[in-house]
C-alpha cells in the first residue's frame, strides 16, 4: 500500500486528488473502521491511519475519514482547546490559504466564521491568488491559516510581508510549515531542478527549501510576535498516540 499512495501522489496533480478522494473517502473510512486511532476532528476510529509521504511513507498518518494528517489532527487540538475560534460571539473574518479537505467543510458553515479561501490552483479556493501578490487590502482579516504553503514559495519574504499586511492589528496567523527542528539554519538550492532529486533532498518534488530552527526568528524580522506552541506537550502521551500526532511538532501562532 505505501508504494501505491507513494506512485499516486508523486503522478497524479494535487487538484485531481482532492476531486478523487471525495469518491475514495467512505469507502476507505469502511474498509479500516476500528478502535485503535481515533481522528478527534470527527470522533471516528479506525484499527489503523493510512500511510503518506512523497518521498519517504509514514505509516499510520493519514486518516482515512477527513484525510487529516498529522499536523491538521494537532492544528485542530490547538483551535479548539487553547482559542475561541469555534465559540467567539465576534464575527471574525479568516483567511485561510490552500485549505485543506479536513477543514475547509467544517470551516464553512460556522456562522461565526466569515470565511475566505484562497490559491492559486486548489478547486476549493473562493479567490485564486498568488500569496506574493494578495488582491486583499491591508489590516483585513483577525485571522490566518496558512499551513504547509511557505517551503512552495521561492520568496517567501514577500510572501510573509503579504501575510502581515493583510492581518489586522491584534490578529494571529497560524504558518504551519515542514521543519527540521534539529536544523539550525533553512536550507535552499535552486541549483537542483530534477524532480526526483528534489523529492530526495526537499521531502517532496515541489518544495523549495528544508526550514530550520531560524524560521521563528525569519516571522519575527517581518514583523510578527511569534509563540512557538509545542502543543504535544500539553497533551496527555496516549492521546498523542492515538491521535497519531507528531511529537514535538511545533506550531508558529504568530500575532500582529
Known sequence: ???????????????????????????????????????????????????YGYEKQRANVLSPSTLSLERHRLLWLYLKNETDFFNTTEKKKVLHFAPEQAFYKLFRKQKNLDYTTTDLFSPLADVKADICDLPFKDNSYHIILCNHVLEH????????QELFRVLKPGGMAILQIPQELARATTFADDSITDQKERAKIFGQYDHVRIYGRDYFDKLRSIGFTVVEEDYTNKIAPELVEKYCLAKGEIIPVCFK
Do not use: E
Open 1 to 51: 500500500m505505501k508504494k501505491l499512495f507513494k506512485l499516486i501522489l508523486n503522478t497524479i496533480p494535487r487538484p485531481i486528488l482532492i476531486r478523487m478522494s471525495y469518491v475514495a473517502r467512505p469507502v476507505l473510512a469502511l474498509a479500516l473502521k476500528g478502535d485503535k486511532f481515533t481522528d478527534p476532528i470527527d470522533g471516528k476510529s479506525f484499527k489503523s491511519f493510512l500511510p
Open 153 to 160: 514559495i521561492p520568496d517567501d519574504t514577500k510572501a510573509m
